[in-house]
């Protein structure tokens, strides 16, 4: 696991305290690091949650391809009964899926757009160019 994921990981999970877990993976879905709030009992297990991500990397090459037409992708959303769970696509200049962060929140999150784009994506901008780099190395 590389320090900077862990890292970001560790940081995301401070910015709120209604976000319950993150995780980095690369484009195939393959977890590189992920952080959980303190005492959370997980929904998914360990087998659960590296099956999300792969689904979750193809689910963002669908997305990502009409980027050039709509306009990049902040993230991705899907509200279920029981946790909010937010999916964002780092892409490279060539609009190449490189990295995908996923988040959950608690389900009575109501402001979780709010959370989303003024704690969680400006870190995820200020970092985009560290995940493109760590990502090739």
Same mark, same amino acid.
């Given at each position: 696991?590389?320090?900077?994921?862990?890292?970001? =990981?560790?940081?995301? &999970?401070?910015?709120? $305290?209604?976000?319950?877990?993150?995780? &980095?993976?690369?484009?195939?879905?393959?977890?590189?690091?992920?952080?959980e709030r303190k005492n959370l009992r997980p929904l998914l297990n360990n087998e659960e949650t590296r099956q999300y991500a792969i689904t979750?990397? @193809?689910?963002?090459? !669908?997305?990502?391809r009409w980027q050039t037409i709509l306009g990049? &992708?902040?993230? @991705? =959303?899907s509200h279920y009964d029981?946790?909010?769970r937010a999916?964002? $696509?780092? !892409?490279?200049?060539?609009n190449r899926l490189v990295n995908i962060i996923i988040i959950t929140?608690?389900?009575e999150t109501d402001n979780f757009h709010q959370i989303i784009m003024k704690k969680i994506m400006p870190l995820v901008r200020k970092n985009a160019k560290r995940f493109l780099l760590e990502s090739t190395v």
């Open positions: 696991m590389k320090k900077f994921f862990r890292e970001f =990981c560790d940081k995301v &999970i401070s910015l709120h $305290p209604s976000i319950r877990f993150i995780g &980095i993976a690369d484009q195939h879905g393959l977890i590189l690091a992920t952080s979750a990397a @193809t689910r963002q090459y !669908t997305r990502i990049k &992708i902040d993230y @991705t =959303c029981k946790l909010l999916t964002f $696509p780092i !892409t490279d200049k060539n929140m608690d389900v």
